[in-house]
């Protein structure tokens, strides 16, 4: 499974832009091919959301587990020191992207996109930025 498969990553054929003859971008999932679905599992766990990111389930915490003990060579992986480390910087990495509000919306849609996006970036200082040094809050 690849978690950037688009059109960004695709080479054709110039004479027929129908056959594809490469997909290229590959050296984060040959790095780190868990990480690279990072955000595919972790979608597992929260409710949908416009920008991909939803709330956590309410019983987020206990699906996890659930997840990482039904494959015990990812879990032990999963809970290493690195992998910890790796995750909360590529966490924060993800918002960090900037990504424009979807075409179309009304005022009260774009409020609420924003919003949204407000409500996960500070999730995400309140919960890995005191690691960091940092005391954010909300």
Known sequence: MRSD??????????TTPTDIIAIIDWEFVASAPYASLHQVIEM?????????????YAHANELRDAFWSAIPEWKKWHESEATKAFLK???FGLFIKAKWRPDGLDEEGKETYWKE??????????????????????
């Open 5 to 14: 498969m688009g059109p960004h990553n695709v080479i054709l054929l110039p």
């Open 44 to 56: 597992l766990f929260r409710e949908p959301a416009s920008n991909g990111f939803g709330a956590e």
């Open 89 to 91: 910087w590529f966490r």
């Open 117 to 138: 996006n407000v409500r996960v970036v500070e999730g995400l200082l309140g919960k890995y930025g005191s690691a960091y040094g940092e005391p954010w809050s909300s």
